[in-house]
């Protein structure tokens, strides 16, 4: 595989300057060290072409536990997997998409200054955030990781149309969102990209800027005490507006093995869930949030016949799907 350098090199001749950037957008800072290669995945899985995909899996944040959190170089290692990894989306002081999680910067760079850690994307611009180290936090082995822009990770899925990847907007309002979607179709994104909020208003209003764009849905419906009566209408303000712009679902539900049933949302509430989806063509996926870390959790769901899954644990949900 090419290093990241190669390949934003590459980028930037083939794509920078699309929409929002310059080929700088796409560049490291001047005294950014040299890409090491990076440690060997205990994970070796061929890559799977999209016509051959029979399981749907999302790596939560790019590379769940396993690889530092919306780094270009995670989201190639999860398409190597034939995984669709997911970035979260924030705009810099001036302007640039850039992939990253938290609204404090002190978690992942935990080396910085207080004064560095207490900052938000948004407080910093484009020049500023390319300089931060965001893989150290896992090892110094990921030092040379840097925090991508939205547009470099587009250039490396255009033209390899198995390379899937779900947007979590962070807040964003409707003109970064447009913004975004004037991104998704320079680079000819529309069935790659799937804006993916956890208010359905956001996919609806994704759907009305581009029509022709995908959208990804998630219930966090397991946070407080769980309702079934809420759930239910949830469902019944999908079905009233026929689902409009979701191509996936992804429900939040909580495990517990030790249960007849472990799960919530029930079995048979998933079962009925991936059914109504599946029927309108709809792919469901489910994340959980206690027990991702067993075999067994994912084996009981691939039992109810659900075939798409987010995890923070990527070798454990291939060792289950998968056998290896």
Known sequence: MATRREFLSSAAILGAGCLLTSANAFALADDAPAPAPLPPSPIQFPPVAAKDVKYMLNFHRGGGNSRPENTLETF???????????????????????????????????????????????????????????????????????????????????????????IDEKGLSRAQAELIAQLVRCYGLQKQAFYTSGSYKKILEWNDIIPD????????????????????????????????GMNHLNCHIQTDLSKDDPFTPSSAKLVEMNKECADRGIVFQVITWSQGDKVETYKRLLDLGITSFATDYPEVLIEAVYGK
């Open 213 to 244: 764009g995908s959208g990804m849905h998630w219930m966090g419906i397991v946070w407080g005490k769980f309702s079934p009566e809420n759930l239910e209408k949830r469902f019944e303000e999908f079905r009233a507006n026929n689902f409009r």
């Open 76 to 166: 190639l290692w999860a398409w190597n997997l034939g995984a669709f990894p997911e970035c979260d989306v924030q705009f810099t002081k001036d302007g640039i998409p850039v992939c990253f999680h938290d609204g404090k910067l002190g978690r992942i760079l935990k080396h910085e200054t207080d004064e560095v850690k207490n900052k938000t994307v948004s407080d910093l611009t484009w020049d500023e955030v390319r300089r931060l180290n965001v893989g150290k936090y896992l090892g110094d082995q990921f030092s040379p990781e840097r925090m991508p822009t939205l547009e470099s990770v587009f250039a490396a899925m255009k033209g390899s149309p198995e390379r899937i990847l779900y």
